[in-house]
């Protein structure tokens, strides 16, 4: 048996925001990040609408890129003083994956992040307040998911928290909201999006419902990321479709080690100045998974039919997979996403002088390599790596060598 969960209500179109009317309840906290819905207006027009509905409204606003459990426990102190039967949650993944985390500590005071950690473990929530998502970045598709992601800043290590509980009541998908996102994030979101649908494609835990989500999803990418990034903005709009309908597929049939090595690299040289952004990080390594995993069999017929339906060309599965590599390098190339770490700047952009350097990546490698073997996205990957392939994988993530292995 196969479960397949989705939020009950999905608003979508231009001016959707507008649909935060329709929530009853009594007191809903709006979470956001450091100021860009503010700064657009957003913020404000969602507290009118909440208004209008009749409620009671709070901010909780200042959550930081790749939040931190300090974070979540600092907004849930502030929901179980305020009590709120609505939390709403509206930005990047970031601020709503944090206000996710947040409700799972409201309803439980008790429960310890560690608690939270384990998958599909956490108790049934809506016992105080029900959640609603209105994404403004067009990649990590949180508003439709079951998972959150909240970093550890002690051990620099991002931990996924996975289980339908935390799957939202309400989405709300409005492209205007996506419209102002600088080009770097269109870059780098879109690429998350794309490994999410390529990664829930090829999972073990694929279906044919999360199949036709997930091909759907990368035609729609396929189609409009590289237009949408150079400021077509119709394209941008059709963007934020395709990001929600990638996580509708991967919510479902999970990810994979693309996702396994960026959530452990993404934070593991911070103290080196900068992270490897989660959607460039999924950029460098899906070509290089692509070829480890298509050692096995069932996965390399799976990227043979991406192939195909990206109208790709090639006449064996092996040259289809080549031809995908070949294809999602040149969108990294389009994007101004670098090739492998070694010549990812602080900046995020490609560079000669990296900000890992070589001495500091090989130090890490073990420690990483076991991190992201032991990832909760690893377990639905077509091909389960050792300790020394791990290891291996990661360095071509690095040099940017061939994946013969
Ligand atoms: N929960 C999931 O299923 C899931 C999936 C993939 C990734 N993630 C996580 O999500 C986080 C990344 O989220 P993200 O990529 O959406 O970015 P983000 O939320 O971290 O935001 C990045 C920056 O963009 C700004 N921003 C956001 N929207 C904007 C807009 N419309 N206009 C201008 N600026 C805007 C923010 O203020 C912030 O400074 C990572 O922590 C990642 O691990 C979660
Ligand atoms: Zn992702």
């Not at 439709?144 to 339908?164: E, H, L, N, Q």
């Not at 070509?287 to 017929?301: G, H, L, Y």
Request: proline residues 4%; negative net charge.
């Amino acid at each position: 048996m196969a479960r397949f969960t989705l939020p009950r209500d999905l608003y979508h179109g231009k001016g959707s925001l507008e649909s935060l009317k329709n929530l009853k309840g009594k007191k809903a906290i709006v979470c956001v990040g450091g100021g860009s819905m503010k700064r657009f207006g957003f913020l404000d027009r969602a507290v009118d609408y909440l208004k209008e509905a009749g409620m009671e409204v709070k901010i909780f606003d200042g959550i930081e890129p790749d939040p931190s459990v300090e974070t979540v426990m600092r907004g849930a102190e502030v929901m179980l003083e305020f009590q709120p039967d609505w939390i709403v949650a509206m930005g990047g993944g970031s601020p709503i994956d944090a206000a996710k985390a947040m409700w799972i500590k409201y309803e439980y005071p008790d429960c310890t992040f560690e608690d939270m950690c384990k998958v599909f473990g956490i108790p049934s929530l809506r016992k105080k307040a029900q959640f609603c998502a209105i994404p403004s970045t067009s990649g990590t598709a949180t508003e439709v998911t079951a998972f959150s992601i909240i970093t550890d800043y002690s051990k620099g290590i991002k931990y996924p928290i996975a289980d339908f509980e935390i799957t939202p009541d309400v989405a709300i998908v409005d492209p205007d909201l996506a419209e102002t996102m600088p080009q770097k994030l269109v870059a780098h979101t879109g690429m998350d999006a794309l490994t999410h649908s390529i990664e829930a494609f090829v999972s073990t835990a694929n279906c044919d419902y999360t199949d036709a989500l997930a091909i759907h999803s990368i035609e729609l990418i396929q189609d409009n990321l590289i237009k949408s990034y150079n400021g077509d903005m119709a394209k941008r709009d059709t963007m934020h479709n395709a990001q929600c309908l990638a996580g509708m597929a991967f919510s479902n049939a999970l990810l994979g080690i693309v996702h396994s090595m960026a959530h452990k690299t993404g934070a593991a040289f911070a103290d080196k100045g900068a992270h490897i952004i989660h959607g460039a990080a999924n950029a460098m390594y899906l070509p290089k998974v692509i070829k480890f995993n298509s050692k096995d069999e069932t996965a390399k017929k799976r990227y043979g039919i991406i192939a195909d339906y990206m109208k790709l060309g090639g006449k064996t599965d092996d040259e289809k997979v080549d031809l995908l590599i070949k294809y999602i390098c040149s969108m990294n190339d389009a994007l101004n996403i670098p090739q492998c770490i070694k010549n990812y700047g602080a900046d995020s952009y490609p560079t000669d002088n990296g900000f890992v350097s070589e001495e500091v990546f090989l130090e890490r490698l073990p420690e990483i390599a076991k991190n992201a073997i032991g990832d909760a996205c690893t377990g639905s990957n077509p091909r389960q790596p050792s300790q020394e392939e791990m290891e291996k994988l990661l360095k071509c993530c690095y040099y940017d060598t061939e994946v013969d292995f």
